[in-house]
């Protein structure tokens, strides 16, 4: 198992941070990247496009910044998510942002297509495609895609079924190269857990939504806190595609979560949201994993208690 040279001794802790609909944008991103980190944010949540040319140029400005006055302990990289279905008509346009910004790392999401990866190995970028089976990870990979991120049982907003033991295992019978795992993973030893189950890094998204940079409500960020895996429920009738949400958000639109209908995958659009409750705006997304958090806190704090619970987590493996 090997890293790409963007990654290799890069990283405080082997994270990196999901990319989340809404919630991330510049100052999430720019503190994850300076806790040590990989910061990432969706293309989709700069509006209008113009705004992506802005949000690159504050990103590699402050990162670069900071690695002026701090060489001594320089940022982590950076991702940008790329969704790549039918829906995004802004794909051709946001990859063009990430090649003139040479984007260390695109994030690429529901669809691998050959297209996307030469784009971004053109200026040397590295592609990393999120999978929630075997299958579509060997299709990932056949088409050109540097590294998989395997999203299992329990993640946050869209969310594969598959048990992070079977997927990994099943993965890294025939791929030696870059692979994350992400769900459920919101403490320390769980990030020690993937890695000693295969994975090279964990991919975290919930936690991050309770911290004071997300873009996020103080009413979401609460639900976070006051939330555990019993609140969760796993549905596609918010975008046509499966994923975890929060049950409180959907009592307070009038709807029962333990009883939601299933909907049409062709219902999915993420520029203009169906009529009524809107899925990451008023219908929350989360992991399982929301039980470990107990506060809102600054991401710079939220990184701390993850890199101690991973200490803790080895030395008491180590004896």
């Given amino acids: 198992m090997a890293l790409p040279p963007i990654l290799e001794n890069k990283l405080r802790l082997p994270v990196v941070a999901a990319p989340m609909f809404i919630i991330s944008h510049p100052a999430l991103v720019i503190a994850q990247c300076k806790a040590g980190i990989v910061g990432a944010f969706p293309a989709l949540n ?14 590699t400005e402050a990162l670069a910044a900071h690695d002026t006055a701090r060489p001594d302990r320089p940022a982590a990289p950076f991702a940008v998510n790329q969704i790549v279905h039918g829906s995004n008509r802004r794909l051709e346009h946001d990859l063009g942002l990430c090649v003139k910004y040479r984007v260390p790392i695109v994030i690429s999401s529901l669809g691998a297509v050959p297209e996307v990866n030469h784009a971004v190995h053109s200026y040397g970028g590295t592609v990393l495609h999120d999978v929630i089976n075997d299958r579509h990870a060997r299709s990932a990979i056949r088409k050109g895609a540097d590294g998989l991120i395997a999203v299992a049982a329990g993640a ?47 991919y975290i998204g919930s936690p991050f939504i309770a911290t004071g940079e997300a873009r996020a409500s103080e009413a979401y960020k609460q639900m976070i806190v006051d939330s555990n895996a019993a609140d969760i429920v796993y549905s596609n009738y918010f975008t046509g595609i499966h994923g975890n949400y929060l049950k409180g958000s959907i009592r307070a ?3 029962d979560p333990d009883a939601l209908p299933e909907a049409d995958r062709t219902k999915m659009d993420f520029e203009n949201a169906a009529s009524g409750p809107k899925a990451w705006k008023e219908i929350w997304g989360a992991g399982q994993g929301i039980g470990a958090v107990k506060s809102v806190v600054p991401v710079q704090a939220l990184v701390d208690r993850l890199d101690d619970e991973y200490r803790a987590a080895k030395k008491h493996l180590c004896g």
Wanted: aromatic share 6%; hydrophobic share 50%; glycine share 14%.
């Fill in 253 to 255: 639109m009038g709807m």
């Fill in 156 to 202: 946050g907003g869209h969310a594969g079924t598959l048990s992070p033991f079977a997927l990994v295992q099943e993965i890294r019978q025939w791929f030696d190269g870059p692979l994350l795992l992400s769900g459920a993973i919101a403490h320390g030893g769980a990030i020690l857990a993937a890695r000693a189950m295969g994975a090279d890094l964990a």
């Fill in 46 to 59: 700069a509006r209008p496009e113009s705004q992506l040319d802005e949000w690159l140029a504050e990103i």
